[in-house]
């Protein structure tokens, strides 16, 4: 598939449109496609009717109610029986359960004859309520609809009962990816989600239970789907940020947004204090069109990629979207020196996700504090849902009040995909090429920065295999001869509570970190502050062995709750951080602190190496 179709197909996919061909598109392998490709391709043409017929605040004042009542009766008849198909051996009772705390009932139900079983429900994953329907249906093969209209619910689970007599009903899933497991209790729910049943009534203990992908959720959503943004674009440039692309030494990165109307932009740079020495470049203009915003869809992304600058020097840039007749202020970065020359540090945050003016103010702070950061690297969920351009203009927002100055270095978490493709981020985000064969550019890449070796590796393990990154995560480390070594990825090894440790990345990927004395392993996920000793083999280290540091860590204002390993050297709840990492090439000393919101160093450790 050629790199054009390929942008095209994944922006359809996000719910977006290209108007024409963007010069800086990304380019690699389009995601397998969904089991449900044609359902969602007939919700997407119910979207294009709404856009159609009805007006921006009808479509933002959207209710499952008012979905429903929208559907025409073919329409309401494919999404009725849809989603969910499978056949049962004989004749049976079906119950539906989904999780009740939204307010939605999936609208099908009652059409279909289900009947409600309140003497059923039960709780999944400590909190969630679920509510059970039944209905009894004939063996052969059934189908059953959308998950709901809103997006909201995760999609429901299916039990079967012999209608008559004893036995088991033999269930035999139709849509790829579904499987049948026996319902127990601590038993999950779902194939690619740890949420579990704590306990299930008589009626339903031990029958065979349909499971499908908690990520299947917005395969039918309506309600909720069309957005208004708090920060629209105009005619003047904004959300300015830099990245690296290229070796930092040389190479950086400036991209800024403007709305539709500006067909050309100009980026001026120059050594600081030697504006003769200055010029001005023309940027690459990409537009990104998006249904879902509807008072603000069509924007246009600015570029441009430096790769000729002068390693250890200030420069100031400042961009045009009007020729060069106005100007935005100036802003000032520093290049990367050559290994050994200067001392540096670098920010490492956790989730920022929710609370995302507070994100901002907390990296304003530790902009603050320490100005003479060369880079923050974030560990994934940037934002809270990333299929939403919305979610991305305000964290833009926020982040280019330090971005525009100190380059970002993001990795991939499961709410930036939000179980799909990553379609906005890779379009929104300027990173380097250099990353596994495999997939994507941009979902994983490595960037060298004077002594120290940043490996950003996708953890999202349930759309992309960890062993799909082993051989490149195993010939980057081994190729490098970086002082440093450290690795960024979203779904920590160790988890800071019971039953969230993932496995399928700790057996892929621990022993290359092994292998080649990764130092620090930069995580997020848990919305919680641990550390832990230094591991090796899974196992804490002797006294003056090598091992690596795990660390999880929270920006934003979501918060889990935490239950430490033994193998935790230090925890911490409800508490928003930063961590600063200052490093000496001259000395061989690596110095690590976690700043809380209030300014006070709540834990440290050094390293050393010769």
């Known amino acids: 598939m050629s790199p054009r179709k390929l942008l095209v197909a994944l922006a359809l996919s996000a719910g977006l449109a290209l108007s024409h061909s963007p010069t800086f598109a990304q380019s690699g392998s389009p995601p397998a496609e969904s089991p449900h490709a044609p359902l969602e ?99 052969g093969e059934v189908n059953l609809g959308v998950p709901s209209l809103s997006g909201e619910l995760k999609p429901y689970i299916v039990f079967a009962a012999p209608a008559e007599g004893e036995g088991t009903v033999a269930i035999t899933p139709l849509v790829p990816g579904a499987d049948v497991q026996t319902a127990r209790e601590g038993g999950e729910a779902y194939v690619d989600d740890n949420d579990y049943f704590n306990a299930l009534p008589a009626e339903l203990d031990g029958l065979p239970v349909l499971r499908s992908f908690e990520s299947w959720e917005f395969t039918s959503r309506m309600v909720g789907f069309f957005r208004a943004t708090d920060y629209p674009s105009s005619a003047q440039p904004d959300h300015l940020q830099l990245t690296f692309q290229d070796d930092p030494r040389t190479g950086v990165t400036v991209q800024w947004r403007t709305d539709e109307t500006v067909d050309d932009s100009i980026l001026w740079i120059a050594p600081a204090g030697d504006d003769g020495a200055g010029r001005m470049l023309t940027a690459e ?23 000729d600058l002068t390693p250890g020097t200030d420069y100031e840039y400042a961009v045009s979207a009007d020729g060069g007749q106005t100007w935005t202020q100036r802003r000032r970065f520093h290049t990367a020196a050559d290994a050994g020359a ?18 901002g103010d907390l990296i304003r702070r530790a902009d603050g504090r320490f100005p003479e950061a060369r880079f923050y690297m974030i560990a994934g969920d940037l934002i809270d849902h990333g299929t939403e351009r919305d979610n991305w203009d305000q964290f833009f927002h926020e982040g280019s009040t330090v971005f525009d100055r100190t380059p970002v270095v993001p990795a991939l978490g499961n709410h930036d995909s ?43 393990y349930d759309l992309v295999e960890p062993e799909l990154q082993t051989e490149w995560l195993d010939r980057v480390l081994g190729e490098s001869d970086a002082r440093w070594k450290v690795v960024i990825y979203h779904h920590p090894f160790y988890a800071s509570r019971p039953g969230r440790d993932n496995y399928p990345l700790r057996d892929a990927w621990g022993p290359i970190f092994d292998r080649h004395n990764v130092d620090i392993a930069f995580q997020g996920h848990d919305h919680a502050y641990m550390r ?47 961590q600063i990492i200052e490093v000496d090439p001259a000395t061989g000393e690596l110095s690590y602190r976690a700043v809380d919101v209030d300014g006070q160093v709540i834990d440290s450790f050094d390293l050393s190496k010769d």
Do not use: C
């Open 41 to 139: 391709a007939y919700v997407s043409d119910i979207l294009d009717r709404m856009v159609r017929e009805m007006g921006p605040d009808e479509r933002l004042a959207l209710t499952p109610e008012s979905a429903a009542a929208f559907l025409n009766a073919e329409e309401r008849e494919r999404l009725s029986t849809g989603f969910a198909r499978f056949t049962v051996d004989r004749p049976s009772r079906l119950f539906v359960a989904f999780d009740s705390a939204y307010g939605e009932t999936p609208f099908w139900l009652a059409d279909m004859g289900f009947q409600r079983r309140a003497d059923l429900d039960f709780v999944v994953d400590v909190e969630d309520p679920f509510h059970v329907w039944e209905k009894a249906v004939p063996a």
């Open 532 to 578: 832990t000793v230094p591991m090796r083999g899974h196992e804490p280290v002797a006294e003056g062995e090598h091992g690596t540091v795990y660390l999880v860590a929270v920006s934003g204002t979501k918060m889990y709750e935490q239950t430490l390993p033994d193998f935790a050297a230090f925890g911490a709840v409800n508490t928003r951080t930063y």
């Open 418 to 460: 939000h179980g799909g493709h990553p379609t906005l981020y890779l379009q929104q985000f300027a990173l380097p090429d250099n990353g596994a064969e495999t997939l994507d550019p941009g979902r994983t890449y490595h960037v060298t920065y004077q002594d120290l070796l940043v490996v950003v590796m996708d953890s999202n």
């Open 285 to 307: 203009a990409a537009e990104l069109t998006s249904r879902q915003i509807v008072n603000d869809p069509d924007i246009r992304m600015h570029r441009v990629r430096l790769d």
């Open 342 to 359: 200067e001392p540096y540090a670098f920010v490492y945050l956790g989730d920022p996700q929710n609370g995302l003016d507070e994100w």
